[in-house]
């Protein structure tokens, strides 16, 4: 019980640090990095890393296990590119990309292309509304499958 | 989830990859889905990753209908 308490603490706290570097604008934070910040064992921060996998609350890079995804932001480049407050981030999908804006709570704008014929699109928020932009959002797995590949998702 | 032009670029992408089609939703909805989703701070203590019930209720206040966006069974 005691290891699951420090667990959930250590948990919220690699959480809290990841959101808030990404909010920042800054990349997503290695192991390295987190253990650093937070004062722990690079080990703690791998085992953190793994149980919020587990729970779904990021996604990890097959070989080096860094973060890959820390929804709704992806820390590997994307054709999703987002622009709110001087930061520019990627989100893995335009779901996604959308929700970093929403995330933020800023005036902003996705960059991205149609994904049948490759032409530039580009959707713009502004006080909390679509200002600009045309289009439609595929979905192409029902809801239940989102994560059975949330990569291919 | 991608984005496209139109519907008819839907259709030529699943074509294309030989991909049954899912849903389309509108940009507004896809805004108001981000909105919901992404919008509580997951910095705060208290967040949490939405339940199914949670899940069920969002996509029916958002009109998302029908078998592609049923989570049980």
Known sequence: MVDEQQH???DFEIRRHIYDQLLNGHAAPTIAATADALSVEPS???AGFERLAQARNLVLQEGSREIMMAQP??????PFHVEADGHRWWGPCIWDALGILAM??????VLTACGDCG???TLTIKEGALAEGEGIIH??????HWW???VFT | MLLFRSEEHVDRWCALWNRPRGAT????QGWALAQEWYGPDRRDPAWHRKTVDEIELLFATLRLTGPFWQLRG
Not at chain 1, 139 to 144: Q, S, Y
């Open chain 2, 25 to 28: 939703l509108s940009l507004e």
């Open chain 1, 104 to 109: 933020v709570k800023q005036d902003g704008r």
């Open chain 1, 119 to 121: 032409e530039a699109m």
């Open chain 1, 148 to 150: 059975d590949n949330i």
């Open chain 1, 73 to 78: 932001f992806s820390a590997v480049p994307t």
């Open chain 1, 8 to 10: 959930d603490r250590l």
């Open chain 1, 139 to 144: 979905f192409g797995l029902p809801a239940k």
């Open chain 1, 44 to 46: 703690a921060v791998r």
